[in-house]
């Protein structure tokens, strides 16, 4: 299952980086989105299932995942600046440098969060920190769908094979997050919860007050 996962994974990854989506249409904002969601909320959770469990012996702070998702946050928000996003149409390197990045903090942030232990601290501090990945994709997602003007370019693209004016192509980009990043985390964060609700507290030492 684990090696099925990194293979599709790793796949996902290769469609993502070697096709069309930054190469013909790396002017569309809404191609960029696609890639970005498929890496961050699809390729990297694959990735981290299929990564080795004995990597998870080692003993990490409770609050890493919070921390990842906070590096996720910086990353998400920060790459889509407009100047940045300017940068990345324009410059192959720091294309490079947006995908690794995004790569690199979702992994964390997956690998992280589920940890098999079934440890209630660590349950809920994934669950944290998924949700609030959730809700800054919303926030970030709903910016992007109903900002009354164009935050990237002011021609047309073409997306899909469609032409978008700059408007159309950033609304569908902001969808395609609340679509897909917002929901993907919010149902990841979930089912910590429900898993943290299922895991019975550890009874409490005798003497303990």
């Not at 501090?125 to 949700?131: E, N, P, V, Y």
Request: charged letters at 10%; one cysteine or more.
């Amino acid at each position: 299952m684990r090696r099925w996962a990194l293979a599709i994974g790793l796949l996902l990854l290769a469609i993502i980086w070697l096709g069309p989506l930054l190469s013909a249409w790396r002017d569309s904002f809404a191609a960029g989105m696609v890639a970005h969601m498929g890496v961050i909320a699809v390729a990297a959770p694959l990735i981290a299932i299929g990564l080795p469990q004995s990597w998870r012996k080692v003993s990490w702070p409770v609050t890493l995942p919070i921390v990842a998702s906070l590096a996720e946050l910086g990353a998400v928000w920060g790459w889509h600046a407009p100047a940045l996003r300017e940068l990345v149409e324009t410059s192959l390197a720091a294309t490079i440098a947006e995908q690794a990045t995004f790569l690199i903090v979702g992994v964390l942030l997956w690998y992280t969060s589920f940890d098999p232990s079934g440890e209630r601290r660590k349950n809920a501090a994934g669950a944290f920190a998924l949700l609030m990945t959730s809700i800054h994709m919303t926030l970030l997602g709903a910016l992007l769908s109903l900002s009354p003007r164009p935050l990237y370019g002011v021609g047309e693209v073409t997306c899909f094979g469609t032409v978008l004016s700059a408007e159309q192509d950033q609304q569908l980009g902001g969808t395609v997050m609340l679509l897909v990043g917002a929901v993907v985390y919010l149902a990841a964060g979930l089912f910590l919860v429900a898993r943290l609700l299922e895991t019975p507290a550890l009874p409490r030492s005798l003497g303990e007050k």
